[in-house]
């Protein structure tokens, strides 16, 4: 069992929650992942790793409340405890030999690319961060990037806030601006990823995105993660989480990722409603 040492809410519906994880703790790298079940009956969810503190042995996960097990572990305090967790999982992310490194977030996706931005930081890369939200509420983790980042650009949809528009617009003047990128990490909504991969590739920048499909087992033997790269079939949970920005069906990724939204809204709404066994 993991105990939750600490819970913090960011903003509407995204939850910050610490907990004891020694082993995990110590072996963790940047981009890596793990799965959780908050209980025996629970169902398994991957997380990916914000950051890890091998001397507490503790793990931080930052999560968007929308589905019936997120809801549950946003409800869960300090004292209680997470019954299983997995991991580290996947590949972690190549950090050497990068000279200058565009990392774009979007939403909780900025909670995925700090450690990211983090790690390039420490390895001497020059790391220009463009972060963005819906409106300046839904904003996370701007003292944060801004202190592993050589420069910093904040925009929100509404203009509430920061630049008036959408991450992908500031890397577009970056790059009309002749700014030198040699590497973009872009994680956030799918929609996001597709779009700074598309400003990317007419100019030959290497872009790296992050993908969280439906995964069951975070072993590559149930098949669920699944995606489409350079034409290929690819597990998420083996090969990835990162890939090729420029090779994803992204088209592909959204339709499977909406093969089971009617039934995970149904199930947080009988979570709501207490009933957990239906």
Do not use: W
């Amino acid at each position: 069992m993991h105990r939750i040492t600490e819970k913090v809410v960011l903003s509407e519906n995204i939850v910050k929650t610490v907990f004891e994880a020694p082993e995990i703790a110590r072996k963790r790298r940047a981009g890596q992942f793990i799965i959780l079940m908050i209980d025996d009956r629970g169902e398994r969810i991957p997380l990916t790793i914000v950051d890890s503190d091998p001397v507490k042995g503790t793990l931080t996960i930052i999560y968007q409340v929308v589905g019936k097990t997120t809801d549950q572990l946003a409800r869960l305090e300090p004292g209680d405890v997470i019954q299983h967790v997995l991991g580290p999982l996947g590949h972690p992310t190549e950090i050497e030999g990068i000279g200058t490194a565009v990392c774009v977030g979007g939403g909780v996706g900025i909670g995925v690319l700090y450690p990211i931005a983090k790690a390039l930081k420490e390895k001497g890369t020059r790391v220009i961060s463009i972060i963005g939200a819906r409106t300046k509420k839904m904003l996370i983790l701007e003292e944060e990037s801004r202190s592993v980042s050589d420069e910093l650009h904040v925009t929100t949809d509404d203009g509430s806030y920061g630049y008036h528009g959408f991450v992908s617009d500031v890397l577009r003047d970056l790059i009309a601006a002749g700014t030198k990128i040699d590497r973009v990490f872009a994680i956030g909504p799918v929609p996001m990823m597709r779009v700074v991969a598309n400003v990317t590739r007419p100019h030959g920048i290497k872009t790296i995105v992050s993908l969280n499909p439906i995964m069951v087992d975070g072993t590559g033997m149930c098949g669920a993660c699944r995606v489409t790269v350079g034409g290929k079939t690819k597990f998420t949970c083996v090969d990835g989480p990162e890939f090729d920005g420029h090779e994803v069906d992204f088209g592909l990724l959204m339709s499977r990722l909406q093969m089971y939204a009617k039934q995970e809204q149904e199930a947080r709404e009988r979570c709501r409603c207490g009933d957990h066994d239906r």
